[in-house]
C-alpha cells in the first residue's frame, strides 16, 4: 500500500518551477530528486499543501500565489543608500547580490536595483517575492522519516 504524503514522512519529488511567462526560475531535471520532510516547513506552504494526500508515481500541476510562497513585496525592505554603505566594493552595480547583517543580527540577502551617482537602491525582499509559482511535480517516492528526522525538523 502507498503512503499518503502527510506530516513526518520524507517525500523524494522532480520538480520544474515556472513563473507566468514560463521562464524556468528552478529545476530538478538532470539531477536527484529534491528530498524534504512533510509537515517540517521545509517548502513554501502553498506546495506543501497542495502534496497532501498525494503517492509515489503522481504528477501534478500546483500554482502558489505569493502569499503562500515567498510573500508579497514589502515596499519598507526596498531602501534607497548611500555608496559608502559598500566599503571595499570597488563596483556597485544594478543586479549585484550581499549579504548583510539585519538590525536583529540575523543575515539577509540583498540586491541592488540601481546605482544613481553616490545613492544604491537596495531590496531585501526574496527574490521571488511577488511572483506568482507554477510547480509541475512528480512524486517519486514517499517514506516514513527516522526518529533523527523528524527531532532535526529536515532529510538526513
Given amino acids: 500500500m502507498s503512503l499518503l504524503i502527510g506530516d513526518n514522512l520524507v517525500v523524494s519529488m522532480h520538480y520544474k518551477l515556472t513563473d507566468d511567462e514560463g521562464n524556468v526560475l528552478d529545476s530538478s531535471e538532470g539531477s536527484e530528486p529534491l528530498n524534504y520532510l512533510h509537515g517540517a516547513g521545509n517548502i513554501i506552504p502553498g506546495l506543501e499543501k497542495a502534496l497532501v494526500g498525494k503517492v509515489a508515481g ?16 514589502v515596499p519598507e525592505l526596498i531602501q534607497t543608500v548611500e555608496r559608502a554603505a559598500f566599503q ?14 539585519a538590525p536583529d543580527g540575523s543575515i539577509q540577502r540583498i540586491v541592488v536595483k540601481k546605482v544613481e551617482g ?4 537596495i531590496d531585501a525582499n526574496h527574490p521571488l517575492a511577488g511572483v506568482t509559482l507554477n510547480f509541475d511535480i512528480e512524486i517519486v517516492n514517499v517514506k516514513e522519516a527516522t526518529k533523527e528526522e523528524i527531532a532535526h525538523g529536515h532529510v538526513h
Avoid at 118 to 121: C, F, G, H, I
Fill in 58 to 73: 503522481d504528477t501534478l500541476q500546483v500554482r502558489v500565489e505569493p502569499a503562500e510562497g515567498y510573500g508579497e513585496v
Fill in 88 to 101: 571595499g566594493v570597488d563596483t556597485v552595480e544594478a543586479g549585484m547580490a550581499f549579504e548583510a547583517q
Fill in 118 to 121: 553616490d545613492e544604491v537602491t
